[in-house]
């Protein structure tokens, strides 16, 4: 990955930080993020069954992050993260 890549990916991530999130986006994040991982059980091939519960999983780890994310859910403070993102100069 090169440095403009990893600038792009540390820029985005700050601004998704940043940013009000929108209704629901959590809940609907864990919600098709379920849905996927059920459909992977279910899934013909295992091709299918892998790239759906990977999506599954992602759409979950998404549902879970940030700030309103599991913190508000269990109504945890907000704690300095530490940094974050390690780019290297």
Do not use: N
């Amino acid at each position: 990955m090169t440095a403009s890549a990893r600038e792009s990916l540390k820029e985005l991530i700050d601004y998704d930080d940043a940013r009000a999130s929108a209704p629901f986006e959590h809940t609907t994040a864990a919600l098709a993020g379920l849905v996927l991982v059920a459909c992977a059980m279910r899934s013909r091939t295992r091709c299918g069954a892998v790239l759906q519960a990977m999506l599954g999983g992602v759409l979950l780890m998404r549902a879970a992050s940030g700030q309103d994310g599991l913190r508000k859910w269990t109504h945890a403070p907000d704690a300095d993260r530490g940094p974050g993102l390690i780019v290297p100069k």
